[in-house]
Every structure is written in C-alpha cells, then in structure tokens.
C-alpha cells in the first residue's frame, strides 16, 4: 500500500511536518483511507487490532452490523466510554460509501481544522480522523449527522476499573498490588462478561482514604456508593443506536486490552495464553516498551493522565476535609491558634530554589498565615486579612523551639504591611474560599502577593542567604 500512488498523493497532502509516521504509522492511517488502496471489488471490510484484542463469537454476528448502518453511515466503531473516545481498534468500512463520498477528502479536513485548533505532535491517523468527524462536528462546523455509527457494546468491552484510583496507569500502583489486580469481568480464559462495581466495590475504593469525623462526609459516600453500585447497566452512550448501555453480566463477544491497560500483569498473562505456539512470546517489558505507548502521547500523555488524577485526588480531599500531599499539592486541616503562638501545619516541600511560587486557597475568613522557610519555626510570613485592621503583613521570622537545656525564642521583623481585605470568592459548589499567591524571585529575593490586586516588596539580605 505504501506504494500505491493514491495513497502517496494522500500522504503528501496528510499534514506531518512536525511529527514522524514510520511503517507501522502509515499502515495504521492506511485503514481510515483504505478505499484508496484496495481493490474495487471489495466493498466493505472490518479492520482489527491483533495484538490486543481477543474474540469470543462468531466475527459473521459482527458482519451482520453492516445491516444497522443508515445510509449516511460510512463506518462503524466502539464508543470507549471509560476512555472517553471513540476507539479504532475494531472499525467496519464501508469502503463502496467511502469512495462514494470521497473521504479522502473528509480524512484531510478533519486532520486540518484539528491542527489548527491544536497541534499535536504525535501524528493524526486513523483514531483521531474518527473523532474528530464525529465527536468535534459542531466545533468545526461539520454539516449533516454523523459518519460514524457506534458498534454496540459486546462488540468492544474494555477490561476497565475506573471505579479505582490510578485504574489506568498500572505504574502508579506498587508492585504487589499491581501483580494481584485483576478485571473482575473474567471468568475464565473462554470467558469475559461486562463487569458492574458493586456499592461495596466502590465504597472500598475510598478506602485509602483517611476518614474524618464528619457524619455529612460520610453519608454522602454512601449515598454515591449505593447510587452506583445498585446500577444494572454501564458505559452508557446516547450515541449508540441498538443499546445504549452495557448490561451488567452481558457475555463479551470482543475484548479490547487497549493502551495502558497492556500493562497489568493480568492483562497479559491473558494475551499470553492466546499467543499461537509457533509465536514467542514478547521480552520482558515489551507491552511497557511498544510504538503504540508513543503514538497514544507517549510521556506526555502519560504527564496529563498524573495531572488530571492529582487534581481529582486534591478535590476529594478537599471535600473530606483530610491532610494529604499531592505531587505540589497538598491540602490541610488546619485551625486557629491561641493568640500568643502560632501551630503551623508542616508541609514537606522537600528541596526548592528559587523562585518558588505558591498558591494558596483557604476557608479562613481572617488571620491567615503562610510561613515559606526551614521547617516550621523560621521562613517569610504572610498574613492575610490579619487582625481587627484587616491588614496584609510580609515578615521574616527567626525562632527555635524548647529544650531541655534551652528556652524557646522567636523573633519577627515586618517588612510591609498594607490595608487590605481579601474578599472570599464562591467554588460554585457552597464552598467560599479566599485565594492569594506568593511568589520570591531568585534575583534580589522580589516578593510578589496576588489576592486580587498586586503588591510587595524586596526580601532584606539576611533572610534571602537563608532561603
């Protein structure tokens, strides 16, 4: 195919620039324009990924879907709710349409108006041309339903457990849990039927998480619990046409070890035992090692899923009220002190140079203290709204704490203190939280507040050595 002058003309006009196909890159963009390649008597085929996908039915039943198609449908594929996109790892062309209407043409439009919206580095093929023409229409003024018609759900299960932290991304677990982790939706080698979370399953989830004494927190844990867990039905979407849902303990006519889910242990052990005998089986670290890893993201994608998880861990603490570090984020439990000393929460920040910017939100409505420095006894002091003024304070405050031999001491030198009142700002969700910022420069140790205005000052000389 690589040869075929259709496909080079395609190719030339495919814009990569900036990104690198290689063999097996080209012969996946191949399948979303494979009526330019094969022959004119072929008028429908069904495309598979063979490393990671396993059959247990009759491929006729699947066939048979060609029959579902509207006369607008051009192919049909697997809505990956869990995953949240439309996967490519099984597609019915149907090629005679497809040349009909020239998609072709479709393919470098899609792949254009993508590039220009945002540019990705990894190359666009086949997966992305099929989201893009159904799931970004009306942002890219797309005229007409869609192309695509969405497979129904036995046809593509995905061995998923979004119900758990970290479900996808196995390197986050330690290694005795990932060795143990299984889909629970395997029954045997032969077997695998669409797995539904009980209220214990997800309720269990939660359970790395210290609790606190709040009777509220707890009941809505619950409530959530038993909401999902009673669900007979998942992996809902409204753009399937035959059943938009997954039936819990439906039998699996195709399973879909997509992307990083390749990495459980689990996972491949059952890849394993399907291997056929004259096949060796992949090294060690194969699955961890291979090009899909890259053209999924690769690193970068891998960057964005820590990032997202985080920012969901930190609001669920948030919630909870719990103290937990999160990467740079940490959330804390804290409450007022007595008015002659001052108890601050101790956050690890490990080893930082500056500059160094922090970003704070709080639900105290006054006296709010930020201290950056050596542990919790000497640093830069921020208070916000402090005192019957209102006032803003920066301050540098050396001290040390008690001994057997040594009495305690401290000492606070103001560096400014300005007039101001923070005001609270709403979450949208019945939370109000005041939020400011603090930024130290490394060039002459320029201090920067952010709580809705701007101000600050130089750090003396003493106290920049230190930091």
């Given at each position: 195919?690589?040869?075929?002058?259709?496909?080079?003309?395609?190719?030339?006009?495919?814009p990569?620039?900036?990104?690198?196909?290689?063999?097996?890159?080209?012969?996946?963009?191949?399948?979303?324009?494979?009526?330019?390649?094969?022959?004119?008597?072929?008028?429908?085929?069904?495309?598979?990924?063979?490393?990671?996908?396993l059959?247990?039915?009759?491929?006729?039943?699947?066939?048979?879907?060609?029959?579902?198609?509207?006369?607008?449908?051009?192919?049909a594929?697997?809505?990956?709710?869990?995953?949240?996109?439309?996967?490519?790892?099984?597609?019915?062309?149907?090629?005679?349409?497809?040349?009909?209407?020239?998609?072709?043409?479709?393919?470098?439009?899609a792949?254009?108006?993508?590039q220009?919206?945002?540019?990705?580095?990894?190359?666009?093929?086949?997966?992305?041309?099929?989201?893009?023409?159904?799931?970004?229409?009306?942002?890219?003024?797309?005229l007409?339903?869609?192309?695509?018609?969405?497979?129904?759900?036995?046809?593509?299960?995905?061995?998923?457990?979004?119900?758990?932290?970290?479900?996808?991304?196995?390197?986050?677990?330690?290694?005795?849990?990932?060795?143990k982790?299984?889909y629970?939706?395997?029954?045997?080698?032969?077997?695998?039927?669409?797995?539904?979370?009980?209220?214990?399953?997800?309720?269990?989830?939660w359970?790395?998480l210290?609790?606190?004494?709040?009777?509220?927190?707890?009941?809505?844990?619950?409530?959530?619990?038993?909401?999902?867990?009673?669900?007979?039905?998942?992996?809902?979407?409204?753009?399937?046409?035959?059943?938009?849902?997954?039936?819990?303990?439906?039998?699996?006519?195709?399973l879909?070890?997509?992307?990083?889910?390749k990495?459980?242990?689990?996972?491949?052990?059952?890849?394993?035992?399907?291997?056929?005998?004259?096949?060796?089986?992949?090294?060690?670290?194969?699955?961890?090692?291979?090009?899909?890893?890259?053209?999924?993201?690769?690193?970068?994608?891998?960057?964005?899923?820590?990032?997202?998880?985080?920012?969901?861990?930190?609001?669920?603490?948030?919630?909870?009220?719990?103290?937990?570090?999160?990467?740079?984020?940490?959330?804390?439990?804290?409450?007022?002190?007595?008015?002659?000393?001052?108890?601050?929460?101790?956050?690890?920040?490990?080893?930082?140079?500056?500059?160094?910017?922090?970003?704070?939100?709080?639900?105290?409505?006054?006296?709010?203290?930020?201290?950056?420095?050596?542990?919790?006894?000497s640093?830069?002091?921020?208070?916000?709204?402090?005192?019957?003024?209102?006032?803003?304070?920066?301050?540098?405050?050396?001290s040390?704490?008690g001994?057997?031999?040594?009495?305690?001491?401290?000492?606070?030198?103001?560096?400014?203190?300005?007039?101001?009142?923070?005001?609270?700002?709403?979450?949208?969700?019945?939370?109000?939280?005041?939020?400011?910022?603090l930024?130290?420069?490394?060039?002459e140790?320029?201090?920067?507040?952010?709580?809705?205005?701007?101000?600050?000052?130089?750090?003396?000389?003493?106290?920049?050595?230190?930091?």
């Amino acid at each position: 195919f690589e040869k075929h002058p259709k496909f080079i003309e395609y190719l030339q006009q495919h814009p990569h620039q900036d990104c690198s196909f290689g063999a097996a890159g080209k012969a996946i963009l191949a399948r979303a324009v494979c009526h330019l390649v094969l022959p004119p008597q072929i008028s429908k085929i069904i495309s598979m990924d063979l490393g990671d996908v396993l059959v247990f039915d009759d491929l006729r039943s699947l066939w048979q879907q060609f029959q579902h198609m509207e006369d607008h449908h051009v192919l049909a594929a697997s809505h990956a709710v869990a995953l949240s996109h439309i996967n490519a790892g099984v597609v019915l062309y149907h090629v005679e349409r497809m040349r009909l209407v020239g998609f072709e043409r479709l393919a470098l439009r899609a792949v254009e108006d993508m590039q220009r919206w945002k540019a990705d580095s990894t190359c666009l093929r086949d997966q992305s041309i099929i989201n893009i023409l159904h799931s970004f229409r009306s942002e890219f003024g797309y005229l007409g339903p869609s192309p695509v018609m969405i497979l129904p759900c036995r046809w593509s299960v995905f061995p998923t457990t979004e119900w758990l932290s970290y479900w996808n991304s196995p390197e986050m677990w330690m290694p005795e849990l990932r060795r143990k982790q299984r889909y629970p939706g395997i029954v045997s080698v032969t077997r695998v039927e669409v797995f539904c979370p009980d209220e214990m399953d997800i309720f269990s989830a939660w359970a790395f998480l210290p609790m606190t004494d709040d009777p509220s927190r707890h009941q809505r844990l619950r409530a959530y619990s038993l909401h999902e867990g009673h669900k007979k039905e998942r992996y809902c979407s409204a753009d399937r046409t035959q059943s938009r849902c997954c039936a819990c303990g439906e039998p699996v006519s195709l399973l879909h070890i997509a992307g990083d889910m390749k990495n459980w242990p689990a996972m491949q052990a059952l890849l394993r035992a399907y291997l056929p005998p004259f096949k060796d089986p992949p090294r060690f670290g194969g699955f961890e090692d291979a090009l899909s890893r890259e053209w999924t993201g690769g690193e970068e994608r891998l960057q964005e899923i820590q990032r997202e998880t985080t920012e969901t861990a930190v609001l669920a603490a948030k919630m909870m009220g719990l103290q937990a570090l999160f990467g740079h984020c940490a959330t804390l439990k804290c409450q007022a002190s007595r008015a002659s000393h001052l108890d601050y929460v101790l956050v690890p920040l490990q080893k930082l140079s500056l500059p160094v910017k922090l970003e704070v939100e709080t639900t105290a409505l006054s006296d709010a203290h930020l201290l950056l420095g050596i542990e919790s006894h000497s640093g830069l002091e921020l208070v916000i709204n402090g005192g019957v003024e209102k006032a803003s304070c920066l301050r540098w405050v050396r001290s040390a704490p008690g001994s057997a031999t040594a009495e305690a001491w401290s000492i606070r030198r103001e560096i400014m203190c300005i007039p101001r009142d923070v005001a609270m700002v709403s979450d949208g969700e019945g939370g109000t939280w005041m939020r400011f910022s603090l930024f130290v420069g490394s060039e002459e140790g320029l201090i920067i507040v952010t709580d809705g205005a701007q101000w600050g000052n130089y750090l003396p000389e003493e106290p920049l050595k230190i930091l």
